[in-house]
């Protein structure tokens, strides 16, 4: 028996996503008396898997594949899949980001196991909850199947560090070559910001905010915090800012500790995707904005007089930090 | 290019929800159901684009009972040229993944597409099952798709940016925003779906391998506190003090 953890390495290097797999993976796995072994597949190098023991982990299979450094959902899942069977894995547990999406499922086929994607609480005998319906209500699922797969929501198990260092041991299984027909041949990340599923702080602007040429000051806010900026369905439809920063139900679900709405009315599609936020903070000009029962903390007033004051009281706050 | 739609129904986006029978299950009464926006405003209307722009077919696949059939004509209204209905309840994502695979194994689809994901369970699973049944690419959260003969070029949302994948068809994807945009139905088209053919299917029953037992509702907020515009000094002592996320 055993609890595999699969921990995503982006060109060898180990982010907070795949910590929060590996709090909750050793956990579980203390829970069942069993033995938490962690999968990393790409170029990382066995110090830095070593390293992984400080959140719990004693053994660390490491998948060193040139071919493989960019996501191959075929060629991920067999690996992935072999290694769960040579360690009798009763439960396997991923992210719930771009890549747990694309091969939690596929695992779930191969090994035909039972899979619940973005759960919010430990596996607990064989139930376990996620939110369903945009966050409007929460699910208790039961598995019917000895083997599990899990993908565990963003922001939703803070990390636990202990002390260690993990086992490293070399995995490796043959897949056709036809796999690699699929083959990632660019990848753009933006450096420097924050990716907003993983942001901790948001700052959000609505179609209030009346042009992209105000965004400015929302820059300004995100920039003091450390936070990443989010907008409102309306804001991205017309292309005020690009689609990869909408949340609401047919955006992104965004659950960070604190999500600062500006100038956003607060549709009941918009709060779907934002209300798992620890702290919400309304900043708006209509006192009868439906945002405003859905808030912790409220501020009616117009954004271009609240936010520049704002952006003042933070830069003294932090400069006494 | 022939292309295999798989449509899911699900409340509209507005609806106030509720359960009955000891909060077990979920309460229709009162809800207008609708075609899951991201199988139909992404998935769908791309493959109408290309299938306009080259040629092929457009079949929408759908697990349901017979009351679904409003939402699988508002397919067809859109533009599809024909549409399947398995005839089943809907229980987990595997269960759906097996008849939706089954029946595409019985005929030669190039691209089969779901959405991101449907917006009452946010599964996130029935298209990379389907791959996975049928041992073909996936490629989820797909933001563009263009065709260049059977050489597919997409662009997947990642974390923080873009990938930008080339395959081959056949293929399996989920469709993200900025696939396309969504499309009215126009009248002539709303007629012709009238009389375009729903095949109708009955498949073997699967026991589920999950099954949602019990539902809840959140935990409701506690009343907002109203904080002066002109004192953004209290607002960061509340975030840096109280609730600490700051």
Redesign the interface.
């Known amino acids: 028996m055993s609890v595999l953890i699969y921990a995503e390495n982006i060109n060898g290097r180990f982010k907070k996503s795949c910590l929060e797999s590996l709090t909750y993976g050793v956990k579980l796995a203390k829970t069942h008396n069993t033995e938490a072994i962690v999968i990393t597949i790409g170029n990382a190098s066995d110090t830095d898997c070593s390293n992984l023991g400080v959140y719990g982990v004693s053994r660390v299979l490491n998948v060193r594949d040139e071919a493989l450094i960019t996501l191959n959902t075929q060629a991920y899942t067999r690996v992935i899949a072999e290694a769960a069977k040579a360690h009798h894995t009763t439960v396997i547990v991923l992210y719930h980001n771009s890549t747990g999406r694309a091969i939690a499922p596929r695992l779930a086929v191969r090994l035909k196991a039972g899979l619940v994607t973005a759960a919010t609480t430990l596996l607990d005998n064989n139930t376990i909850q996620k939110n369903v319906y945009a966050g409007k209500a929460i699910a208790t699922y039961k598995f019917n199947s000895d083997i599990k797969v899990i993908t565990i929501n963003p922001n939703s198990f803070p990390i636990e560090e202990a002390e260690g260092t993990a086992a490293v041991e070399s995995f490796t299984t043959r897949y056709p070559d036809t796999d690699l027909n699929t083959k990632v041949i660019e990848t753009n990340r933006q450096t420097g910001t924050i990716p907003l599923p993983e942001a901790e702080l948001v700052v959000s602007g609505g179609r209030g905010l009346k042009g992209p040429e105000n965004w400015g000051m929302i820059e300004e806010l995100a920039n003091i915090l450390g936070a990443a900026t989010a907008c409102s369905r309306a804001v991205s439809d017309l292309h005020w800012r690009p689609h990869h920063e909408h949340v609401g139900q047919t955006g992104l679900t965004i659950r960070p500790n604190l999500y600062i709405a500006i100038a956003i009315s607060g549709a009941i599609q918009h709060l779907a995707g934002v209300n798992g936020s620890k702290t919400i903070v309304v900043i708006n000009k209509d006192p009868e904005a439906p945002f405003f029962k859905a808030a912790d903390y409220g501020i009616i007033g117009d954004a271009f007089e609240v936010v520049p004051k704002l952006n003042e009281a933070l830069k003294v706050y932090k400069a006494a930090l | 290019m022939n292309f295999l739609i798989c449509i899911a129904k699900v409340?509209d986006?507005?609806?106030k929800?509720s359960?009955i029978d000891n909060n077990t299950k979920f309460n229709e009464d009162k809800i207008q159901f609708i075609i899951n926006?991201?199988d139909e405003?992404y998935a769908l209307v791309r493959a109408l684009e290309i299938k306009e722009a080259n040629s092929g077919t457009v079949t929408v696949i759908h697990v349901g009972r017979a009351d679904s059939e409003q939402v699988i004509r508002k397919a067809l209204a859109i533009g599809a040229d024909q549409a399947v209905r398995i005839d089943a309840d809907v229980t987990?994502?595997?269960t759906v993944?097996t008849y939706i695979s089954d029946y595409a194994k019985t005929r030669s689809f190039d691209i089969i597409m779901t959405g991101k994901?449907s917006?009452?369970?946010?599964?996130?699973?029935?298209?990379?099952?389907i791959?996975?049944?049928m041992?073909l690419?996936?490629?989820?959260?797909a933001?563009k798709l263009d065709m260049n003969g059977s050489v597919a070029t997409i662009e997947?949302?990642?974390?923080?940016?873009?990938?930008?994948?080339?395959?081959?068809t056949p293929?399996v994807l989920?469709a993200h925003?900025?696939m396309a945009e969504q499309r009215i139905a126009s009248m002539r088209g709303i007629m012709a779906a009238r009389t375009k053919v729903i095949e109708t299917l009955s498949p073997q029953v699967i026991?589920?391998?999950?099954?949602?037992?019990?539902?809840?509702?959140?935990a409701e907020?506690?009343a907002?506190?109203?904080?002066?515009?002109?004192d953004?000094?209290a607002?960061?002592n509340?975030?840096?003090n109280d609730?600490k996320?700051?």
């Open positions: 409340p986006t507005t609806s929800i359960f926006p991201y405003w987990d994502s595997m993944a994901e917006i009452d369970h946010h599964s996130s699973a029935i298209g990379g099952m791959a996975e049944m041992d690419p996936f490629i989820s959260l933001t997947r949302e990642i974390e923080g940016g873009k990938e930008i994948i080339k395959t081959q293929f989920s925003k900025g026991s589920p391998l999950v099954e949602a037992i019990s539902f809840q509702l959140p907020k506690s907002c506190k109203m904080i002066e515009p002109d953004m000094q607002l960061v509340a975030l840096h609730v996320v700051i």
